[in-house]
């Protein structure tokens, strides 16, 4: 299972869950507009669920109904997508970090 990042998050891109994540599979870049989990590299730990100032992140099979077609999405964002290319788009991607965490 993996855990998915839903619309609270959508122009938020506030980077705590990268910031709390253990095994870096929290991605983004500059021209989206969320953040994503990796689904392969998720160990499920839920250290990213608590941290999200929005509330955005679920466990796969606990997303509300309201929110399912981020599950898709979260796989699709993926698709195709060179991993380390991807983890430097991260790096570089614009964050808005809550100076309170």
Not at 85 to 97: F, I, M, Q, Y
Request: charge should be negative; glycine fraction near 2%; hydrophobic fraction near 35%.
């Amino acid at each position: 299972m993996t855990y998915i990042i839903t619309e609270p998050c959508v122009n938020v891109k506030d980077g705590a869950c990268i910031d709390v994540c253990p095994v870096d599979c929290i991605y983004t870049t500059p021209d989206t507009n969320q953040m994503f989990i990796a689904p392969d590299e998720c160990i499920d730990c839920a250290a990213c669920e608590p941290v999200c100032p929005v509330a955005a992140i679920f466990a796969e099979d606990q997303t509300p109904a309201n929110m399912k077609q981020y599950v898709p999405l979260n796989y699709d964002f993926f698709k195709g997508k060179d991993m380390n290319e991807l983890k430097e788009l991260t790096r570089a991607a614009p964050r808005k970090v809550n100076e309170a965490h």
